[in-house]
């Protein structure tokens, strides 16, 4: 299994960036899919997720209004689509899929991508 984060970048605060997610190697389609971020000296952090059934979502409050996640099952890839980044958005951001559940616990996540860094400057 192989999921390949990229379309990070360097930013100014009020601007916009999208994440991809290109996953291979798993029927796509049946896993639960999540966004997670690490910034320097910080615990890595839930950012939003998708279900695979009914492609319910859920965000962190940071981000609720900011962030969209989405999905194409055609295309095996998962998107953060990042509106209004503020500097503390800053971090390196991962994605993570499951099978069984679709929490916020990235415990529970049993496949990671290798992250992409987002800068956010002021």
């Known amino acids: 299994v192989q999921l390949q984060a990229s379309g990070g970048g360097l930013v100014q605060a009020g601007g916009s960036l999208t994440l991809s997610c290109a996953a291979s190697?798993?029927?796509?389609?049946?896993?639960?899919l999540g966004w997670f971020r690490q910034a320097p000296g910080k615990e890595r952090e839930f950012v939003a997720s998708?279900?695979?059934?009914?492609?319910?979502?859920a965000y962190a409050d940071s981000v609720k209004g900011r962030f969209t996640i989405s999905r194409d099952n055609a295309k095996n890839t998962v998107y953060l689509q990042m509106n209004s980044l503020k500097p503390e958005d800053t971090a390196v951001y991962y994605c993570a899929a499951r099978q069984v559940g679709s929490g916020r616990d990235p415990a529970e996540y049993e496949y990671w991508g290798q992250g992409t860094q987002v800068t956010v400057s002021s």
């Open positions: 998708i279900r695979q059934y009914g492609w319910r979502t």
């Open positions: 190697g798993l029927t796509f389609s049946t896993y639960a």
